[in-house]
């Protein structure tokens, strides 16, 4: 019952920042934990980063630990992703999504998904 598009994607230098933005029409889920997922050419969809439903908690995988930063802003229906000291292992299709029940960690967890808005890093 609620559509997520992601905006923000596009070419950086390693090294260099890019933002990441979600924003949720229809029905919206502020009261839901949100996540980032990221898929690379030929594999399979890791998580990324999650965000609770206050903003108050945030988890990330290790492999982005220091360098991206989860937030929202639940009146303006929408998820961000500050992405730092980005590295060409970071070059990915990045998912935004809505997470329902289980492990905030397991993309099996989220209902709702964006199509995706591509990264890449040159080195």
């Known amino acids: 019952q609620v559509q997520l598009v992601e905006s923000g994607g596009g070419l950086v230098q390693a090294g260099g920042s890019l933002g990441l933005s979600c924003t949720a029409s229809?029905?919206?889920?502020?009261?839901?934990?949100m996540g980032w997922f990221r898929q690379a050419p030929g594999k399979e969809r890791e998580f990324v980063a999650a965000?609770?439903?206050?903003?108050?908690?945030?988890y990330y995988a290790d492999s982005v630990k220091g360098r991206f930063t989860i937030s929202r802003d639940n009146a303006k229906n929408t998820v961000y992703l500050q992405m730092n000291s980005l590295e060409p292992r970071d070059t990915a299709v990045y998912y935004c999504?809505?997470?329902?029940?289980?492990?905030?960690?397991?993309?099996?967890?989220?209902?709702?998904w964006g199509q995706g808005t591509r990264v890449t890093v040159s080195s």
């Open positions: 999504a809505a997470h329902y029940s289980g492990s905030y960690y397991k993309e099996e967890s989220y209902v709702y």
């Open positions: 229809g029905r919206t889920f502020s009261r839901n934990i």
């Open positions: 965000i609770s439903w206050s903003g108050s908690s945030a």
